[in-house]
């Protein structure tokens, strides 16, 4: 077996995540809305309970989440968890990579949304919410973030286009670089099938001699800050 110098499978990530257990504004114990702009994420529920609410054009839906079972959404889908106690997932990203390049835009009011400086100032966590960090500006973030969501969940798809219209807006600037990544990342696992299907075709099997074993023992973090929980993290796919 050797060191892990592969992506895993598809470019996807894949993280541990422990569901915050404290109350937001609304009541509901759970993490922060958001939306992503280009990554279909997934669930698979280890251990707890609770549910996904999600807003979409279809409106508003609540999925729930009990152990074995998985939950997907693609992108656009504005989506909050809610912790029923213990709620804890194994989370697969698509593109990894790309969320932490910034394709995750939180539900915030529109004023916030509007204004990059005020959008960053309010989304940040000390120490980019490195391991150890006070754990009560991820709290701030998701309180202000609900209210957005609140508010999103009640306006119907004008609401929802307005702030998709937004996020759009606020990433702009980061296209070009997310745009490389893909490219480095799921874009060349995408484009090494091709190549693998040509050389089978050709009846050309060196690929398969090449094949390799890949391994990492355990999480290269334990307890990061995320948008819905703390996450354990593994290698990003390159």
Do not use: K
């Amino acid at each position: 077996m050797t060191d892990r110098s592969a992506p895993l499978p598809g470019g996807i990530g894949v993280s541990r995540l422990r569901v915050y257990d404290t109350p937001a504004p609304d009541g509901l114990v759970g993490g922060t809305p958001h939306v992503h702009l280009c990554c279909t994420e997934g669930y698979v529920v280890t251990d707890g309970e609770g549910v996904v609410q999600t807003v979409t054009a279809a409106g508003f839906r609540e999925t729930s989440l009990r152990p074995g079972a998985v939950v997907w959404f693609e992108p656009g889908t504005v989506h909050r968890l809610v912790n029923g106690g213990g709620l804890t997932i194994v989370v697969l990203m698509q593109n990894s990579g790309l969320p932490e390049a910034g394709d995750a835009v939180l539900t915030f009011p529109p004023d916030v949304l509007a204004d990059p400086a005020a959008y960053a100032a309010a989304a940040a966590l000390p120490d980019g919410g490195a391991p150890g960090a006070d754990v009560r500006a991820a709290y701030r973030r998701r309180d202000l973030a609900v209210t957005g969501f609140q508010a999103l969940r009640s306006g119907g798809p004008t609401a929802l286009a307005a702030f998709h219209a937004a996020a759009v807006a606020l990433r702009e600037p980061l296209l070009a670089g997310w745009r490389q990544r893909w490219e480095s990342g799921a874009g060349r696992a995408a484009a090494d099938t091709g190549a693998h299907l040509d050389a089978l075709e050709r009846g050309d099997p060196r690929h398969l001699g090449e094949a390799g074993v890949y391994a990492v023992d355990e999480p290269v973090e334990r307890g990061r800050l995320g948008m819905c929980g703390l996450l354990d993290t593994y290698p990003a796919a390159s």
